[in-house]
């Protein structure tokens, strides 16, 4: 009996222990949760202490600037951004030693390289918003085109252009604020055409800054399927001239007003071409900055330069389709008349465009069933390969140094008899040779290509070597989209 | 304008100008080569040249940028003068119509750049005893003044004269950046922001009143 009372005891008594186990295992892990509260109140506190700090030492980096703008304000947040990166990161100060170790330009690539390789530094994430920002102001206008042009090409624009009939004529003629609420125009006082699908929260106060990043980071997927998105509609995207509204019998729309309506938006769209350059600018001045204050060691006139093309390679890569068609857009005239001489002098001779005949080699023989300077013509139809400006640029130097150095050789071969002149080539000599080399390129985006690196290339390169090219390739332009015009353009025949 | 203050070097964009045939490129090529022998010819031959100078003291880069002399190509001619420090007008003294050429260049300068331009009025003799009369001279020396140029006789073939026109040349131009320098008060840096502002000029077309100038040859 006692045997069966014990063990029922003892039954008891390990179901007790048992419960006290648990209870006690309930009150430790109660504990522990409590603890971990602090713990994790104290790491919260400590964050926003952290944060403040940084604060401060990001107001005292600008206090020596005296009167605060909001672009003071959101330099110093991104700055206070950069400073809490640098607090969880290492690499920062790592490379900031070597360079400070060993100066020297390919560690200061490497080191820009390897910055805007970390999608989740400040710098690179202001990159983002910035392209981003462009982006959404591109698409609309540039997709709206592409749609424009395949309405037109099947003939259904008819509706839409009673509608702007009607509405030109409701409307006060040229009103200076052009409200006409239709897909093809946008009002300049919105600053923002922002799409249907991409909005972006264009207010940088300090305090939603925050908030911002955010919801840029669940907006990432969707604008990066825009960006592919981009891609796809513009290698469709086909040159449809406008002269199909006038080919269209049934559009017996008075031409006075339709030209009425070209002009118009042709205003609009240069005025938004502008807008968007301007933004470009302020972003690309607003990242090198905020690059070199996170990196000070960056802050010489030549380091500058390598981070300013760093930055511009990867700002401009991903956009430049986009903006390349604005700017064929805005610059559709210039085309339309470099593609007319194009078709007309495609098989003329150096000679035809007024390239002295010493400088080019007048026996066909010599030539093997090739051209002149084809060389050079190769190297620039690689230019609307690249997609960064400063590319392109080099792109346009090689091919006018190839010119003079062919010019020299078929001048050379030409005069081998006779004693050779040390005069060498000038400016009278490359531009009807340059011209001939652009006509022969059969190119016409050439035009808005160059009119774009006008807007983009950096002033400090305007007056060497790269400017000269620039400017002369532009001259070479014109007189090219001047050729088909009339006789006055003609060179003197030799 | 593209001067760097601050005892650094300054960097000076020159426009060479002149009519095809009165040899802008042989004067630019002997001033280039005379001292510094070959290196300084850049692979763009003569139509882009580049110089480094001392002037008292201060070091001094020198882009000579060579136009195309044939009328075609005119139309552009304000995007080469844009931003220019200086510019060098060549004519050949026995051709009165590449004088009356200058002349528009000059009232071209003048309208995009204003004063901010310093000017050279070149004109290339071939032979030293290049006979000229003299009232041609008092017409150009007097026009020269007149728009605030320098006016020099040089030859290439006897390289007189080109060295001293550009050394000249050059010191007007610091003088301009160094007065530009004194006005914008040395402490304010320029903004990146503040992009260049673009001139247009209208290309009307350049008819000039001939009468004054000795066209009567």
């Known amino acids: ?494 | 304008m593209a001067a760097t203050g601050g005892g650094k070097t300054y960097s000076f964009k020159v426009v060479l100008l002149g009519e095809g045939c009165v040899g802008k490129t042989s004067l630019v090529l002997r001033y280039c080569e005379n001292k510094f022998n070959d290196k300084h010819i850049t692979t763009l031959q003569a139509s882009f040249l580049t110089k480094k100078l001392n002037i008292t003291g201060r070091r001094v880069n020198l882009a000579i940028w060579d136009t195309a002399g044939q009328e075609r190509f005119h139309a552009l001619g304000p995007i080469y003068y844009r931003d220019s420090n200086g510019a060098v007008l060549v004519y050949d003294i026995t051709d009165m119509d590449s004088f009356q050429k200058v002349k528009n260049w000059v009232k071209e300068l003048r309208k995009m750049l204003g004063n901010d331009i310093c000017l050279c009025i070149v004109g290339k003799i071939l032979l030293l005893q290049t006979r000229f009369s003299g009232g041609a001279i008092v017409v150009v020396y007097s026009y020269a003044e007149s728009v605030g140029a320098k006016h020099y006789h040089t030859s290439a073939k006897l390289n007189k004269g080109i060295e001293e026109m550009f050394l000249d040349l050059c010191k007007r131009m610091m003088e301009t950046a160094q007065a530009e320098e004194r006005l914008k008060g040395n402490g304010a840096s320029q903004s990146a922001s503040s992009r260049r502002g673009v001139q247009i000029v209208d290309d009307e077309p350049q008819a000039t009143p001939t009468g004054g100038c000795c066209s009567s040859g």
Request: negative net charge.
């Open chain 1, 1 to 494: 009996m006692s045997a069966w009372h014990s063990l029922e005891l003892r039954v008891y008594w390990t179901k007790l222990k048992s419960m006290l186990k648990t209870l006690s295992l309930d009150r430790q892990m109660m504990e522990n949760l409590i603890i971990a509260k602090a713990r994790q109140d104290a790491l919260q506190r400590k964050v926003e202490e952290r944060r403040l700090r940084l604060q401060e030492a990001a107001n005292r980096r600008f206090a020596a600037s005296g009167a605060m703008t909001a672009e003071d304000q959101e330099q110093r947040a991104l700055y206070t951004n950069v400073l809490e990166y640098e607090q969880d990161h290492d690499w920062p100060k790592q490379w900031k030693a070597n360079i400070k170790e060993n100066p020297d330009a390919s560690i200061v690539l490497g080191l820009v390289s390897y910055l805007l390789s970390c999608s989740d530094h400040p710098v690179v994430q202001l990159l983002r918003k910035h392209q981003y920002r462009v982006y959404n102001r591109l698409y609309p206008i540039v997709s709206r085109s592409h749609l424009e042009s395949a309405s037109l090409s099947l003939n259904s624009s008819h509706r839409t252009q009673k509608f702007l009939h009607s509405e030109m004529k409701r409307k006060a003629h040229r009103s200076a604020d052009m409200n006409i609420d239709d897909q093809r125009f946008i009002s300049p006082n919105s600053s923002l055409p922002l799409s249907h699908c991409y909005e972006l929260n264009t207010n940088c106060d300090i305090e939603e800054e925050e908030e911002e990043e955010e919801s840029q980071v669940e907006t990432t997927v969707d604008r990066e399927n825009s960006f592919e998105d981009l891609e796809t509609f513009l290698s469709h995207l086909d040159w449809v001239p406008p002269d199909d509204l006038d080919t269209d019998p049934e559009q017996a729309c008075d031409p006075l007003i339709q030209s009425d309506i070209e002009e118009m938006e042709a205003r609009v769209l240069k005025e938004q071409l502008k807008a968007i350059v301007k933004d470009i600018h302020i972003a690309i001045d607003q990242l090198l900055s905020l690059c070199l204050l996170s990196f000070e060691c960056l802050n010489t006139a030549s380091y500058r330069d390598l981070c300013l093309a760093s930055i511009e390679e990867a700002f401009f890569t991903p956009l430049w389709s986009a903006l390349m068609a604005l700017f064929r857009k805005v610059h559709r005239e210039r085309e339309q008349a470099f593609e007319t001489s194009m078709r007309i002098y495609c098989n003329s001779s150096p000679g035809d465009i007024g390239v002295p005949s010493k400088l080019f080699p007048n026996d066909p023989e010599l030539l093997q069933g090739s051209y002149p300077y084809k060389a050079a013509v190769q190297e620039l139809k690689l230019l609307v390969q690249d997609s960064c400006p400063q590319r392109k640029l080099e792109c346009i130097v090689r091919t006018l140094r190839l010119i003079c150095a062919y010019a020299e050789n078929y001048r050379c071969h030409n005069e081998s008899d006779s004693t050779p002149k040390t005069a060498a080539i000038g400016a009278d000599d490359l531009l009807p040779i340059l011209s001939f080399v652009a006509l022969r390129c059969q190119c016409p985006q050439l035009v808005a290509e160059c009119a774009a690196l006008e807007e983009f290339i950096h002033e400090g390169y305007l007056i060497g070597e790269e400017g000269y090219c620039l400017t002369s390739m532009q001259t070479a332009l014109v007189y090219v989209e001047s050729l088909h015009s009339g006789i006055t353009n003609l060179p003197p025949s030799i």
